[in-house]
């Protein structure tokens, strides 16, 4: 058997070097095949794979999305080895760790306001609206009304009944970027009537 992960959306963002969740986790060493990408954390595009030589060299000999790919360009390697070589360093620690700090601040807000998040300790966070088109709706309200853009996630990317809107607060939003999308949420969740979870006292 073969031990894959996927990290795409945790590279750059876990472990005292980025490298994930393995990383933080101890587990690299225990891993067959990882797949990543540099377009999220590393902020360049493309994606990889780390494996050994000979699973590389498999992989690339047998899989048509490689053998008809176009390899990436020196502009786009060189940006997303800066990248790598920071968030690697000290300055990635700090980054990583006010990301999670502000991860963590609009979830409390969210949830005083009673909205319906998952929150299962990552940086991303999904505010349920339960309804492809109302999903829709408050994503196309957000960027009309308050010009804050976010992706509606409906199915089949999840499952039908959870659709969401997907947060990913940035360590460089300040304080009055955050509080503009409280508030816009909170008066669109009133607007549009949608449900509030129950709030303990």
Known sequence: ALTYIDEVH????????????????????????????LAKAFGVQGGYIAASAKMVDAIRSYAPGFIFSTSMSPVLAAGARASIAFLKGEGGVELRQKHQEQAKALKLRLKGMGLPIIDHGSHIVPVIVGDPVHTKALS??????FGIYVQPI?????????????????PVHGPGEMDALVHALDDLWSQCALNRAELSA
């Open 10 to 37: 945790a590279v750059g963002m876990y472990g005292p070097r980025g490298a994930g969740v393995a990383e933080r986790e101890g587990l690299m060493g225990r891993l067959d095949i990882i797949n990543a990408t």
């Open 140 to 145: 196309d309200m957000l960027l009309d009304g």
């Open 154 to 170: 409906n199915y089949p990317t999840v499952p039908r009944g959870t659709e969401r809107l997907r947060f990913t607060p940035s």
